[in-house]
């Protein structure tokens, strides 16, 4: 099983300023990596994969970078509607897929 | 709009038993894989299963394999997961999930329904 490590645990960020996440995978996964957004109460909802490619209606704010074992989601000047918990997860060992433990970007 | 609407949830004893459905929408459902993935209490997201669009083809997570089987009806747009031999380590809110891409099964979940709690609990 890939393990995908998340840092940090908890990112304290204040509005307008640039959030940065970090995801580590196990082993190599190519580019095969997603990014979520998970707000209280709701269901996750897809931002980034294939690592940097932005998905539908998501603001250009959010960009992904990285492949092999290394991955970053930047948020480049963070809005108050983007305090949310970020997974990552892995698609390259199909169909064994996994997710970080998250990172909670809180206000600072 | 693409609508994954979830039902099924609720408590159930250790050893018992317990049907997911969620119903779907706004989208060729035939067309597209579909998975459950489930969040325990304060925790993160595990993937749990998933099935192509024909059906043909179904995958596990080993937490679950031999316990769960996932299956859909085309003709009603329609996504189940049986749960069998629950365990209180099986209490979630599960998922229902669309595929990203027409056809394949990448494991990139594009659409999320609402979810459904499920309490394993005596």
């Known amino acids: 099983e890939i393990v995908m490590t998340q840092s940090p645990a908890t990112l304290s960020v204040s509005p307008g300023e640039r959030a940065t996440l970090s995801c580590r995978a196990s082993?190599?996964?190519?580019?095969?990596l997603a990014w979520y957004q998970q707000k209280p109460g709701q269901a996750p909802r897809l931002l980034i994969y294939?690592?940097?490619t932005r998905a539908t209606g998501i603001p250009a704010r959010f960009s992904g970078s990285g492949s092999g074992t290394e991955f970053t989601l930047t948020i480049s000047s963070l809005q108050s509607e983007d305090f949310a918990v970020y997974y990552c997860?892995?698609?390259?060992?199909?169909?064994?897929?996994?997710f970080g433990q998250g990172t909670k970007v809180e206000f600072k | 709009e693409v609508q994954l609407v979830e039902s099924g949830g609720g408590l159930v004893q250790p050893g018992g038993s317990l049907r997911l459905s969620c119903a779907a929408s706004?989208?060729?459902?035939?067309?597209?894989?579909m998975s459950w993935v489930r969040q325990a209490p304060g925790k993160g997201l595990e993937w749990v299963s998933a099935?192509?669009?024909?059906?043909?083809?179904?995958y596990y997570a080993d937490s679950v394999k031999g316990r769960f089987t996932i299956s859909r009806d085309n003709s009603k747009n329609t996504l189940y997961l049986q749960m069998n031999s629950l365990r209180a380590e099986d209490t979630a809110v599960y998922y229902c999930?669309?595929?990203?891409?027409?056809?394949?099964?990448?494991?990139?979940?594009?659409?999320w329904g609402q979810g459904t709690l499920v309490t394993v609990s005596s």
């Open positions: 999930a669309k595929d990203l891409l027409h056809i394949a099964v990448a494991g990139i979940f594009q659409h």
């Open positions: 294939d690592a940097s």
């Open positions: 997860q892995q698609y390259n060992n199909w169909p064994s897929w996994t």
């Open positions: 099935i192509s669009g024909s059906a043909g083809n179904t």
């Open positions: 082993q190599s996964i190519s580019s095969n």
């Open positions: 706004g989208f060729t459902f035939s067309s597209y894989a």
